[in-house]
């Protein structure tokens, strides 16, 4: 049952009393796990056929099956683009699926904020740089826990969103500090968390869309996905990735002037890690 109190509000805005709402949220619960499985069974039997399809194409593309008129080449490789985007989507989809279910295990360890950013800049140098934008990061000291790979990954979603969404000849910069606001978490009095922020000088996301867009399928420009080739779950995936370290991640931004986007994570001190267990 979900219930909710409504303030029941007299004159010179006292309050009176309070109504009750209550509703039944069962249904709801299972009509969306539903829709999860359902989800989820259609990316699987997707995959195999994809891939086979995507391999298909990428050998005609070699031409050693022959030569293709100037239209056939034309064809295919809008056939190859849009299967390579279809991989993605579902990809994406049982990515978030393994991650919210807990069926995966992180594989957390001490991983040096440093490093976590200079895989990040090497994995993105090339799109950035197709994209005409530069990429640059701030130097640090920082050690958090964390699942190495799932952090890149979080971080790849993060700079490949700020590389679309900026004009070209700006910088997208990545920078590590750390946490003066969530330093005092009442469970785990010992933690500092050390915020990773990527920022750019992109088009901006407006105030009321600031988090919906962490949501599934969320993109404030439903042409999004066709022009940047994004699916709307990479936020989603993020999310899921930086909870699952006891982390928060939000984003900031200014329209037209530029976001950026944080997330927390648990600092590495030698002493104490090894007793606390966020997962
Ligand atoms: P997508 O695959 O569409 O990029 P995401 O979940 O990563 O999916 O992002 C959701 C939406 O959030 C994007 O479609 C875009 O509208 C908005 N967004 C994300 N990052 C940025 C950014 N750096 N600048 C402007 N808009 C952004």
Redesign the pocket.
Known sequence: LSVTYIPHIQQQNMIQGFFALTSDISDRKAIERMKDEFISVVSHELRTPLTSIHSSLKILATGKLGSLSSQGERMLKIADEQTERLVHLVN?VLDLQRIQSGKITMNKQACKARDLMVETVQAMKTFAQEQGIRLSFKPNEFVVWADRDYIIQTLT??V???I???PSNSTVILSAAIDSQNNSDSKHQSISYITFA?Q?R????PQD?LET??ERF????SS??RK???????????RQIVEGHGGQIW?E?CFEQ??T?YFTLPEHKASNQQSINFS
């Open positions: 994406n979603n993060l490949s969103n700020a679309k969404f900026s990527v750019d992109g088009q901006g996301i869309r867009i962490f969320q993109q404030v420009d999004d996905s940047k080739g994004g699916t709307g779950l990479g936020l989603a995936i993020c984003a931004s530029g976001s986007f």
